[in-house]
């Protein structure tokens, strides 16, 4: 199976700042890669397809990019609503696979 | 609009069975690859089994593989997880996903879930 890794597992951010996580695969998964956010007792979000294109509604501060093996998702200006754990997660191989999750928290 | 709904969950024993079912409804059901994901609690997400279209194609994760089934009625737009032989690991949020229009291509639409407890 392909392991994803995410870095870092938490992320401490004031509103404003921009942030930056990342994800890498065990092997190259070209860019079969999505991006959630989830926030307590909620389902997860899809915000990301295809490492970098921005699913509809989503706002525009959230980007992705990468291929191959290394991933990033950022967050160009962070808003209050964006406290959250955001997880990237494979669909180069059909077994599917998640990274461990990046929780973002209030600094 | 788009929705799926989960039922099923409950508390059951160690060795016990389980059957999850997910109702969908606003879209094309019989178009779209269905997913299985789950949650422990506290932790992270993990992927437990997907579905083709026409359910020619499913897919475990090697945690479940043996123990778990997935499979689909497009007719009466529904998922379902038969879960056998349950372990303490598999108490979890079980959630019904969503995946691509034709292929595997990320998921854009969840249930709220249902929690499994494996308990004695």
């Known amino acids: 199976d392909i392991q994803m890794t995410q870095s870092p597992s938490t992320l401490s951010a004031s509103v404003g700042d921009r942030v930056t996580i990342t994800c890498r695969a065990s092997?190259?998964?070209?860019?079969?890669l999505a991006w959630y956010q989830q926030k307590p007792g909620k389902a997860p979000k899809f915000l990301i397809y295809?490492?970098?294109s921005l699913e509809s509604g989503v706002p525009s501060r959230f980007s992705g990019s990468g291929s191959g093996t290394e991933f990033t998702l950022t967050i160009s200006s962070l808003q209050p609503d964006d406290f959250a754990t955001y997880y990237c997660?494979?669909?180069?191989?059909?077994?599917?696979?998640f990274g461990g999750g990046t929780k973002v928290e209030i600094k | 609009e788009v929705q799926l709904v989960e039922s099923g969950g409950g508390l059951v024993q160690p060795g016990g069975s389980l059957r999850l079912s997910c109702a969908a409804s606003?879209?094309?059901?019989?178009?779209?690859?269905m997913s299985w994901v789950r949650q422990a609690p506290g932790k992270g997400l993990e992927w437990v089994a997907n579905?083709?279209?026409?359910?020619?194609?499913?897919h475990y994760a090697d945690s479940v593989k043996g123990r778990f089934t997935i499979s689909r009625d497009n007719a009466k737009k529904s998922l379902w997880l038969q879960m056998d032989s349950l372990r303490g690991e598999d108490t979890a949020m079980y959630y019904c996903?969503?995946?691509?229009?034709?292929?595997?291509?990320?998921?854009?639409?969840w249930g709220q879930g249902t929690l499994v407890t494996v308990s004695s």
């Open positions: 996903a969503r995946d691509g229009f034709a292929v595997v291509a990320g998921m854009d639409y």
């Open positions: 606003g879209f094309t059901f019989g178009s779209y690859w």
């Open positions: 579905i083709k279209l026409d359910g020619s194609e499913k």
């Open positions: 092997q190259s998964i070209r860019s079969w």
């Open positions: 295809k490492a970098s």
């Open positions: 997660q494979q669909y180069h191989d059909y077994a599917l696979t």
